[in-house]
């Protein structure tokens, strides 16, 4: 009799109701790097005309014309309809290959992609990704004290100044492919 009340109790357990609720599996976080990975070519930037309106305000300032002005700045920044062109890959196991250059490393924290180049340089663009565009966002504070306004020429670094007033960030946009 005890064996047929076990295997009865067990019966109704294996047969219980299967709407029970189960605990929900933990989704793990995903990758933030993941994204990135891939292949992602320049589309353009949004400094570019700022920088050029920037140097055209003061040169005519300084008592230029405007088409003076504008073949002085022709020469310096080069054609600004020019297509630049930079292909970035961001690679599985850590680096990234801008154009065939050295690889470099980098790590994903938070909205920020931490860069450590192969000659030992370290550097952090601010950057935000969706599956088919990615935008990387240069802070000009930092970018001037690496390329300029360290640099003995004061003419050259107040030239930088002027260009680069009143903008913080530059942010170059890339598309997947």
């Known amino acids: 009799m005890r064996v047929l009340f076990m295997l009865t109790v067990l019966f109704v357990l294996a047969c219980g109701d299967d ?10 976080e995903p990758d933030p790097a993941a994204k990135l990975i891939g292949t992602w070519r ?9 920088l050029a309106a920037n140097l055209r305000e003061y040169l005519v300032g300084e008592g230029l014309t405007a088409s003076q002005a504008d073949m002085v700045i022709a020469d310096m920044l080069g054609d600004t309809t020019e297509t630049f062109s930079v ?22 924290s938070g909205n920020q992609i931490n860069i450590t180049t192969s000659d030992g340089e370290a550097f952090s663009v601010g950057y935000t990704v969706t599956d088919t565009t990615l935008s990387l966002q240069f802070p000009v504070a930092a970018l001037l004290a690496t390329v300029g306004l360290e ?15 009143d903008i913080e960030v530059m942010t170059m946009y890339f598309s997947k492919g």
Request: proline share 11%; net charge negative; hydrophobic share 30%.
């Open 87 to 108: 292909t970035l890959n961001f690679r599985t196991d850590g680096t990234v290959v801008a154009d065939n250059g050295p690889p470099d490393r980098f790590q994903v």
């Open 42 to 50: 320049y589309t353009g930037n949004d400094f570019d005309a700022k």
């Open 151 to 165: 640099t003995e020429d004061e003419e050259e670094a107040e030239l930088l100044r002027i260009m680069f007033k």
């Open 19 to 28: 709407d029970m609720p189960t605990a929900p599996t933990p989704t793990p």
